[in-house]
């Protein structure tokens, strides 16, 4: 019969465990596998019925068993031991607070950084991540909390998140949403002074006030601060903002940004004057969906006085822009008249939505090919005066990229640095490997230590015996998630039986895991099915692959990718050799990493921006196998992994046919015979040297404290010392802005004149000969410390351009001319010449303003 009504029944915390809630509340938990295990503890099959999710777990657990855990003088030693680690770690000082004096110039260091992102992966039971940005997110905030670093995250509380995804009996991807219930979520809402929950408002056009409630999660030390537009005053067009993440059409993305930036923004600094929390003197847009934040801030300096351009210069001081993305596509541009309309400007050009913002100024901060797309890159770039890629050769693309925004400048002058992502430690090892870092190195934090040479002590037998267990513990849960896979898909259990025997826990296994986009080629390995065929088959030296991967919902040649790669694994023959695993989450791929024995990366280089899965395989014990892109292209060591060579030819289908002929080789004749290659008592000699000169020589560079670290020398720390600059003086914005205003109605008279050479014979000089550069500068009414004049010295290519320039700074003599003098100690043709440049305190690099006059 059918209940005329449900009830939910849930069990209340008794007095003498309610630190269980302090403890479940803080997402440290997460990466500190003593509190998982003490939830796992007080009732384990509570525990893995919610997914490992505390909080959802507590009040399910029957009231039996807590009054009996709240006796159990054991369980609450361990209890009081956590909630002790936990208070000791969030009030102690740590490395920021140790070294900001010297990292930071004391008062330069930053007071608080607020860190801007659409997503963030910190845990599944928080899934408001898709994948590569979100992960990087979550564990910028945990290495940031590890680090002591003063920041405050902002994202969205989106009410279904991500997609779920299953595959139907073709092998083609469906989408399926789960609603997320803030209830069973480790949020709290951001409760005001009057006791009711933290709002903040944005004003769309029309008139329609959307309002948006505040809730936080706190992350270690870090809170992130989740903006949500599904509250009961909002119509149901605004309650959709925040619905579905990277969902809907281009208007939808409009407004969640605007959320997001403008949202965001006034959420901080609400939050900081609620808490007494620092207000943020560094806003880091990690990517261009926030660019609006810029915005905002513009427009609240410009309601205090002052003008747009003073605003601006204030505002791109202590602002830090990351762009993620190595290809055009993969960069929001939003039509500028749509953007005209959220504007929305009143009678005298100024908006509705930012006061005081004057529309057509912000606009032309983002416009491109001829005003009619708005970049969201394009404002990154023009709201914060530094900005980064997130590895080297990212950060050389980007230059290449963006060249067009700083005119008269070579690529490599274009001031966009690179930070390499890294990986949070604690998150991504597995406790197997954990120990025997622990037995290495000692029970400390790993990540603070640069050298890792300890490691190299592991011997064959530990790591062998870890590498099994962590293979074994991959076959056992593929197994489980391919049978679920394919009831899901409409088959019957009965025919299933198969499942319970694919893959072997001895074989060599190679795991691939992507966001499935036609760049990454998830499918280059189905090159040669045949030949793919024998090296999965090889009765003597069996492989096989582990994949996994989303495609965005309206990516319609990376589904036909992944379909195509599904139907080869659905295959009889191979089925047991290569699986494909739906719904890539972090939980999953916390075990495809761990037992991964290669982690297989092919983009189609330099597309690849860093990724990241592939550091996760090595602090593991995993090997890389990868095309040079991202990350891998800076660390690359043929003693530690194996580099897939990038074919130099034009056309694509042929590049592909090569590079994956390289694969096959690679993997034939290098990979599968180290790791077959075993003793009489079959330990792994060669492997095992692999992987410890992996572990020694690439984990330490790749983990995220190491990039947080970078983050606050090279970028937070420049930023708070010039936001402070116009904070400690008023007429910093005034002073700058007229000194550009008077530079460039000047610099059309600025010129490089009556270039000398002396101490050259014949267009020669001997090897280490001194030489005298001296030129006249026309300086065009600016005065001597308005310009920077410099050498440029260099070898010449094929075009006559000078490449790899050295830069040697002039000084202006008693005779009015600029001069150096410099020693050529390389032999060779060297090209040179002599430019100016504009110079002030407030600039951040050469190229800043794009003017430049050249001999």
Known sequence: MKPISTITVSSDLPAALSPLRELAMNLRWTWRRQTADLF?????????????NPIAMLPTVPASRLAEAARDESFLSRMRGEIGDLRTYLDSGRWFQRTAGSTGGGAGAPTSVAYFSMEFGITPTLPIYSGGLGILAGDHLKSASDLGVPLTAI????????????????????????????????????????????????????GREVAIAVWVAQVGRVPLLLLDTNVASNDEDLRAITDRL????????????????????????????LTGAPAPTVFHLNEGHAGFSGLERVGTLMQGGASFAEAHAEVRAGTVFTTHTPVPAGIDRFDTDELRRYLDADESGLSRLIPALPVEAALALGTEEGGEVFNMAHLGFRIAQRANGVAKLHGAVSRAM????????????????????????????????????????????????????ALAALTDHELTGARDR??????????????????????????????????????????????????????????????????????????????????????????????????????????????????????????????????????????????????????????????????WDEMKDDEAGWTIPTAQVADQHERDRLEANALYEILENRIVPLFHERDERGLQHGWMETVRTSLVRIAPQITAARMVRDYVTDLYTPAARAAARFAQDPSTASSFTAWKERVGAAWSQVAVQDVRLEGVEGGRVATGGEVRLSAEVQRGGLEEQDLLVEAVLGPVDEKGEIIGGQLIPLRRGEDGRWAARFALTVPGEIGCTVRATPQHPVLASRAELGLVATA
């Open 155 to 206: 994202g969205l509380l989106y009410q279904w998140g991500y997609f779920s995804q299953s595959l139907d009996r073709e092998g083609w991807q469906q989408e399926e949403y789960k609603l997320n219930d803030p209830a069973s979520l480790p949020v709290q809402e951001v409760r005001g002074e009057d006791g009711e929950q933290l709002t903040v408002s944005v004003t769309l056009p029309g």
């Open 470 to 631: 962590l293979r074994s513990d991959l076959v056992d849960m593929a197994r489980k998630h391919v049978k679920r896979a394919w009831l899901r898909r409409g088959a019957d259990e009965a025919e299933l039986g198969w499942t319970e025997h694919i893959l072997d826990p001895q074989a060599l296994t190679i795991g691939f895991a992507r966001r499935v986009s036609t760049y990454k080629r998830l499918t280059l390995m189905l090159s040669d099915p045949e030949r793919l065929r024998r090296i999965l088959l090889d009765p003597e030296r069996p492989v096989q692959f582990v994949i996994a991967g989303k495609s965005h919902p309206a990516d319609r040649p990376g589904k036909e990718f992944l379909q195509q790669l599904v139907r080869f694994a659905d295959e009889a023959g191979v089925r047991h050799r290569i699986v494909f695993l739906p719904d890539y989450d972090i939980r999953m791929a916390s075990v495809l990493i761990a037992g991964a024995d290669v982690w297989l990366n092919n983009p189609i280089r330099p597309e690849e921006a860093s990724g990241t899965s592939g550091m996760k395989a090595v602090l593991n014990g995993g090997l890389t196998f990868s095309v040079s892109d991202g990350w």
């Open 402 to 453: 963006f060249q067009e925004l700083y005119p008269g400048f070579d690529v490599p002058e274009v001031p966009i640095t690179s930070v390499t992502n890294g990986v949070h430690r604690r998150t991504w090892t597995s406790p197997v490997m954990d120990d025997l870092y622990k037995k290495a190195l000692g029970d400390v934090d790993v990540s603070a230590l640069s050298d890792w040479s």
């Open 40 to 52: 796992r503890t007080l009732d384990p099959a509570a525990f893995a019925a919610s997914d490992g």
């Open 246 to 273: 990277y969902g809907g059409d281009h208007e939808h993305r409009i407004v969640q940004e605007i959320v997001l930036g403008i949202g965001g923004v006034r959420a901080v600094e609400a939050y900081s004057r």
